[in-house]
C-alpha cells in the first residue's frame, strides 16, 4: 500500500502537460504587446508590464499552474513557461538522459565534468521546452540517513559549493534558469512539514548556508527554492531573515524565489516575508486571497508588483519570453549524452576496498556470479522528484558486466530474502569471482521520508549466506549517503560505493571493474562505523524510516494542522558535521571523507607556501607535487584542509578549503597549486556578529582525504 502511494506520487508528478502551448494558442503566435522587444532594456520592459497588467493577472503569475508552470497571461501576450525537476536529468516530459545522482556527480570532484552534465541536462530540457530547471539541491549530509542525501552534494559546505557553482553555470549557460533548494536546513525528509531545524546563526552561516551563497553571489542562480521545513520556529517560505535579510539584502539576490511544492501555510507569510511564486498553485497567493489580504491591509499591491517584477524580469534576462519555447537545435537525448552519463559514473564510483581483488584479471577468470536483487534491478537514481522517469537507455549491473565480459561467463544466481536458492549454490562455489549487489532501490531510498541504516530487504543474510560459499566477494554498493558497511566489510575482499550511478551505471562498473578505469571517485561524505558515532544522531529520530506517508502527502487537514505540531530538532552538534566531528572527537570513522582508492598509487611532496607569513587578507599560494608512482595512469584528488591553531571560539580540527582532481601516467607529476584567500581562514563570530579572521598560526594539511595527511606546513598571519 506504501509503495502503491509512492508510485502514485511520481505518476503525479508526471505532468501530462506540453510545454509551448498558452492555453491552447501556441507561443509563436503570441503578441508581446510591441512593448517587449529583446532591445528594449529589461527594466523599461519589467515597469511596462506592470503598469499594463491588472491586479489579478500579476497575482496569477505568482501562483503555479498545472504542477509545473508559471502561468501565460495571455491578455499581455506572455507565454507559460514550463519548469521540471531537476539535478540528475530532466525527470518530466518524455525521455530523457538519466545521469548520476548529484552525490556521484560531487563525488567525481570534477568540477569540469560536473559542468558538462549539467550544460548537457540543460541542452535536453531546452529541447522539450523547459525553462527552468527545478535544482540542484545543496542541503548538507547532517544525518547520513536523509532520504534525499542522494540529490544533495554531500556534507562539506565547501565542495558543496564548489561543486553547484559549475552545475549552475551548466545549466544557465544554456538558458535554463537554476533553482537552487531547499532553502534552507532540509537536512532530513523525516516528515519534512514539521520539522523545525533549531539552528545558531554560526552554524547556519558556516554549514547551511555557504552553497546556497555561492550559488548566488558566484554562480547567479535565476531561482531559489524555499524548504518544506521551519528554521528556528518560522516556516522557510515565510522566513523573511532567509528569503529577504540575507538573500537578497546581504547576498544581492535578484531572482525569483520559489516555494517548494505544498511548503506554504498562509497568504501574508510569504508574501511579506519574500517568496515570489508559489508552487504548485495557488492555494494561498490567489485572485481571491490576495485581494482580501489587501483589503485588510496586511499585504500591499506593491508586494506583487514586487513579486511579479522579480518574475518577469529573471524570464527577461534569459530570454525566455523572446525565444521559441523548444530549441529545435538541441536533441531530447542522444548517444553523446549517454557516454558523458557513463563517464560521469566511472569518475564518481569510489573504491573503498581492495584486497589484491582488483582489478579483475580477465585472464585468469572464467567465471563471475552475480547475486543479489540490484544487479538487474540496478537503481539509475533515488526516489522521488529527482528520478529520470524515461532513461533513454538502461544498463544494469548484470548486462554491463555481460557486455564487457568477453570469454568469461557470467551467471545471475538468483536469491531469495537473503537465501540463495538451492540450484545456484553449486555455480556460486565454482565461480572465480562473486559479484555481490547490494543497497537500496529508489523505495528505499526516496524524497518524502528517510533511509535504514542497516542493509534493507535481508541483504545482511545474503552476504552471511554467499560469504559461506564463495568468498571471492567484490561488492557493488548502490547508495547515496553512508550507511552501515562495518558488520559485513569483512566478509568482503573488494567494495565499490556506486552511489546511484545514472542509466550506464552498469557499464561504468564493468569498466572499473576489469580495470578499464582507474577508480578515483572520493567520499563526499564520511562513513561512520556505527549510526550513533554521528553525534547528529542524537538530535534526530531512533527510526528515521518510519515517516507516515500519511503525514506527508495527506489530506489538506493534515498539512493545516502541521503548524500547529511543529517538532524541533535542535542542531546541537553546530558545527560538529561528518569529518569536522570525526576529526575533532579523534574519533576514528570506517572510511574517512574524501577517501577512495586507486588502482596506482601517488606520492605527495614538495609543499611550498607562500608567504609563509603575512597579513590577515593576504592571499597565501600553496603548492604540492604530486607523482604517480604506480604502473596505470590514474587520477587523484588533491584535498587542501586548513586548521585553525588557536582561536577565540571553538573550531574544527580542520576544515577544507581546496582541492583539484589531476590526472598522472606511471611516473609523471605535476605541480598543485591552491590560492589560498580570506575566506580559507575566517570563520563567523556570533559576537561581532560577521566573518573575522584572527592572527595567528594555521596549519595547511594536504592530502588525498580527510583521513590521510600526506604533506603539511603552516602559515602565521600577522594583525594589520
Ligand atoms: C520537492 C522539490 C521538487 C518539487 C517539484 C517537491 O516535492 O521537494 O524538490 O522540485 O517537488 O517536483
Known amino acids: 500500500m506504501f509503495n502503491k502511494r509512492i508510485k502514485m506520487f511520481a505518476q503525479k508528478m508526471m505532468s501530462p502537460d506540453k510545454p509551448g502551448e498558452m492555453s491552447g494558442k501556441k507561443i509563436e503566435d503570441a503578441d508581446f504587446l510591441g512593448l517587449t522587444g529583446a532591445e528594449t532594456p529589461i527594466e523599461q520592459r519589467v515597469s511596462r508590464l506592470l503598469s499594463s497588467m491588472a491586479l489579478s493577472e500579476k497575482i496569477d ?90 540529490e544533495y552534494f554531500g556534507e562539506d559546505p565547501y565542495l558543496a559549493s564548489e561543486i553547484v557553482v559549475p552545475y549552475i553555470e551548466g545549466v544557465q549557460s544554456k538558458g535554463v534558469i537554476t533553482t537552487v533548494k531547499h532553502f534552507a536546513c532540509n ?160 569518475e564518481s564510483i569510489t573504491l573503498l576496498k581492495n584486497d589484491k581483488i582488483l582489478p579483475l584479471n580477465q585472464e585468469k577468470i572464467t567465471t563471475i556470479a552475480v547475486v543479489g536483487p540490484l544487479a538487474k534491478d540496478t537503481p539509475i537514481g533515488g526516489g522521488g522528484s529527482c528520478l529520470v522517469i524515461s532513461p533513454s537507455s538502461q544498463t544494469d549491473i548484470l548486462t554491463g558486466v555481460q557486455n564487457a565480459s568477453g570469454d568469461i561467463s557470467v551467471i545471475y544466481i538468483e536469491s531469495k530474502e537473503g537465501e540463495i536458492l538451492s540450484e545456484g549454490k553449486h555455480l556460486l562455489k565454482k565461480a572465480d569471482i562473486v559479484l555481490l549487489c547490494l543497497g537500496y532501490s529508489n523505495i528505499e531510498e526516496s524524497e518524502t521520508y528517510d533511509k535504514m541504516w542497516r542493509l534493507p530487504n535481508f541483504q545482511e543474510k545474503l552476504i552471511r549466506n554467499t560469504a559461506r560459499i564463495n568468498s571471492n566477494i567484490v561488492s557493488l554498493l548502490l547508495s547515496g549517503s553512508a550507511c552501515e558497511i562495518d558488520s559485513w566489510l569483512p566478509a568482503v575482499k573488494g567494495l565499490f560505493l556506486c552511489y546511484f550511478p545514472g542509466q550506464s551505471g552498469g557499464n561504468a562498473i564493468a569498466s572499473l571493474l576489469f580495470g578499464e578505469t582507474n577508480p578515483s571517485g572520493k567520499l563526499p561524505f564520511t562513513i561512520a562505523k556505527q549510526f550513533a558515532d554521528y553525534k547528529s544522531n542524537e538530535n534526530y529520530v531512533k527510526h528515521p524510516e518510519r515517516t507516515s506517508f500519511r503525514q506527508i502527502m495527506g489530506p489538506k ?146 592530502g588525498n582525504s580527510s583521513g590521510n595527511i600526506l604533506v603539511s606546513g603552516s602559515v602565521s598571519k600577522k594583525a594589520e
Open 187 to 346: 537536512n532530513s525528509d523525516f516528515d519534512r512539514h514539521r520539522n523545525n531545524a533549531s539552528v545558531d546563526e554560526r552554524t547556519l552561516r558556516e554549514i547551511y548556508l555557504p552553497a546556497f551563497k555561492a550559488a548566488v553571489t558566484q554562480a547567479k542562480t535565476g531561482s531559489v527554492m524555499s524548504a518544506y521545513n521551519p528554521i528556528n520556529g518560522v516556516y522557510a517560505s515565510e522566513n523573511k531573515m532567509l528569503l529577504t535579510n540575507i538573500l537578497r539584502d546581504e547576498w544581492g539576490f535578484d531572482g525569483f524565489v520559489i516555494s517548494d511544492w505544498i511548503s506554504t501555510y498562509s497568504t501574508e507569510g510569504p508574501i511579506k516575508a519574500g517568496l515570489d511564486l508559489e508552487m504548485p498553485n495557488g492555494k494561498w497567493i490567489n485572485v481571491k486571497m490576495v485581494k482580501k489580504a489587501i483589503e485588510n491591509g496586511t499585504i500591499a499591491p506593491e508586494d506583487i508588483d514586487r513579486m511579479a517584477g522579480n518574475i518577469l524580469r529573471t524570464l527577461f534576462k534569459f530570454g525566455i519570453y523572446d525565444r521559441a519555447p523548444i530549441d529545435t537545435s538541441c536533441k531530447p537525448h542522444s548517444p553523446e549524452h549517454t557516454h558523458l552519463s557513463t563517464e560521469a559514473a566511472k
Open 557 to 702: 487537514r493534515v498539512l493545516k494542522k502541521a503548524k500547529k505540531q511543529m517538532k524541533t530538532f535542535e542542531y546541537k552538534e553546530g558545527l560538529f558535521v561528518g569529518y569536522r566531528q570525526f576529526d575533532t572527537e579523534k574519533l576514528e570513522p570506517l572510511f574517512p571523507f574524501g577517501f577512495g582508492l586507486s588502482y596506482t598509487t601517488f606520492e605527495f611532496s614538495d609543499l611550498n607556501i607562500t608567504p609563509d607569513s603575512g597579513g590577515l587578507k593576504e592571499t597565501v599560494s600553496v603548492s604540492c607535487s604530486v607523482r604517480n608512482t604506480g604502473k596505470m595512469a590514474g587520477s587523484e584528488v588533491i584535498q587542501l584542509y586548513v586548521k585553525d591553531n588557536e582561536s577565540s571560539l571553538p573550531r574544527p580540527e580542520k576544515e577544507l578549503k581546496g582541492f583539484e582532481k589531476i590526472n598522472l601516467e606511471p611516473q609523471e607529476a605535476k605541480t598543485v597549486t591552491f590560492n589560498l584567500n580570506k575566506e580559507a581562514f575566517s570563520f563567523y563570530d556570533n559576537r561581532l556578529p560577521g566573518w573575522t579572521i584572527e592572527p595567528g598560526d594555521f596549519t595547511i594539511a594536504v
Open 61 to 150: 503569475l505568482c501562483s503555479g499552474y498545472d504542477s509545473l508552470a508559471i502561468r501565460a497571461i495571455p491578455r499581455v501576450g506572455l507565454p507559460s513557461v514550463w519548469s521540471s525537476d531537476a539535478s540528475s536529468g530532466i525527470r518530466s516530459f518524455d525521455t530523457a538522459t538519466a545521469f548520476p545522482a548529484p552525490i556521484a556527480l560531487a563525488a567525481s570532484w570534477d568540477r569540469t565534468l560536473v559542468k558538462e552534465c549539467a550544460s548537457a541536462i540543460a541542452e535536453e530540457a531546452r529541447a522539450k521546452g523547459i525553462s527552468i530547471l527545478l535544482g540542484p539541491g545543496v542541503n548538507i549530509h547532517r544525518v547520513p540517513t536523509c532520504g534525499r542525501n542522494f
